[in-house]
Nanobody, 125 residues
Framework: QVQLEESGGGLVQPGGSLRLSCTAS????????MAWFRQAPGKEREFVAG????????SYADLVKGRFTISLDGARKTVSLQLNSLQPEDTAVYYC??????????????????WGQGTQVTVSS
């Protein structure tokens, strides 16, 4: 059973940056697709970015392209999300997710089998 744990959330002013990390314990990371989702109050969980453990071409939601960067360190079983140029509308709980699959990166939360507990990102002046 894979367990995921996020870290790195917090409060930041508009235009600022944060770096989120997600570390997997147990399991073989090399066969996984990893993703970040977010959920704002009163809204559905939405895809932010994804990356495969092999062929690490990332996929991004249009809203974050050019501002967020996902990366993966297989040796450390860690997937990170660099958030730049943050805006108040980026405020949400950010979740790390994983699935044992190396095909097309799914943007649907129901495709993912493993989830972290979430980390709060608040963008406010």
């Amino acid at each position: 059973q894979v367990q995921l744990e996020e870290s790195g959330g917090g409060l930041v002013q508009p235009g600022g940056s944060l770096r989120l990390s997600c570390t997997a314990s147990r399991g073989t990371f090399s066969s996984f697709t990893m993703a970040w989702f977010r959920q704002a109050p009163g809204k559905e969980r939405e895809f932010v970015a994804g990356i495969r453990a092999t062929n690490r071409t990332p996929s991004y939601a249009d809203l974050v392209k050019g501002r967020f960067t996902i990366s993966l360190d297989g040796a450390r079983k860690t997937v990170s999300l660099q958030l730049n140029s943050l805006q108040p509308e980026d405020t949400a709980v950010y979740y790390c997710a994983g699935r044992l699959f190396l095909g097309t990166i799914s943007t649907m939360s129901s495709s993912y089998d493993y989830w972290g507990q979430g980390t709060q990102v608040t963008v406010s002046s």
